[in-house]
């Protein structure tokens, strides 16, 4: 059962534009949420989070939207470059459980120029 | 400075044999925690250690998998007697505290192939 949900495997943006990447969650027990971003061959980096308390949280480029009660996040490139294509995980974490992440499938971002 | 490196970075291995999978965490991290990555999923929590302490082994998905980390720095994962559904890239991860998810730093991954 997939608690945490990307149900787009891939997604193509011009550069300059917005690209907006969603995920969706069913155990309302996470309370908080994350962005990885990883490279072929590379491990997953940490992007940006978003703690449960808050609807919004923006680091440069990249926001992190979160609707509780639709259980949804999303995370906002602008504008994209490409440089940011990889592929994009969205992750959450139990409230009580401190270290474990459960991912999503992932979703493959490519930026043309 | 150096992050997390794992070895080897491929391995294939023909079905039953048995398998070590190492990670180096980054100086001084306390927490560990293995991944299993299967093709077209997301990683999935293994196991986590606290220095040398396993305090959570609840994600290994049989008892062929065993970790441990005896001295509170490098780490090994084993499995025994592999099977192709063992098949995946196994990613270690580790963190100066537990309570902070954004100080999980991943190694590149150790991509296990069995035939």
């Known amino acids: 059962d997939q608690q945490v949900k990307q149900n787009s495997p891939s997604l193509s943006v011009q550069e300059g534009r917005i690209s907006i990447l969603n995920c969706d969650y069913t155990?309302?027990?996470?309370?908080?949420f994350l962005w990885y971003k990883k490279y072929p061959a590379e491990g997953p980096t940490f992007l940006i989070s978003?703690?449960?308390?808050?609807d919004k949280n923006e680091d440069g480029r990249f926001t992190v939207f979160l609707n509780k009660s639709a259980k949804h996040l999303s995370l906002h490139i602008v504008p994209s470059q490409p440089g940011d294509s990889a592929v994009y995980f969205c992750?959450?974490?139990?409230?009580?459980?401190?270290?474990?992440?459960?991912f999503g499938k992932g979703t493959l971002l490519t930026v043309n120029p | 400075g150096a992050g997390v490196s794992q070895s080897p970075r491929y391995k294939v291995a023909k079905r039953g044999q048995d398998v070590a999978l190492r990670c180096d965490p980054i100086s001084g991290h306390v927490s560990l925690f293995w991944y299993q990555q299967a093709l077209g999923q997301g990683p999935e929590f293994l196991t986590y250690?606290?220095?040398?302490?396993?305090?959570?082994k609840s994600g290994l998905p049989s008892d062929r998998f065993f970790a441990e980390r005896p001295e509170g720095s490098v780490s090994t994962l084993k499995i025994q007697r592999t099977q192709q559904e063992d098949s995946a890239v196994y990613l270690c991860?580790?963190?100066?505290?537990?309570?902070?998810?954004?100080?999980?730093?991943f190694g590149p991954g150790t991509r296990l192939l069995v035939l």
């Open positions: 978003i703690s449960s308390i808050k």
């Open positions: 992750a959450a974490q139990r409230r009580g459980s401190n270290y474990k992440l459960t």
């Open positions: 155990n309302s027990m996470f309370d908080y």
């Open positions: 991860a580790s963190s100066p505290f537990s309570s902070r998810p954004e100080t999980q730093y």
């Open positions: 250690f606290q220095n040398e302490a396993q305090l959570d």
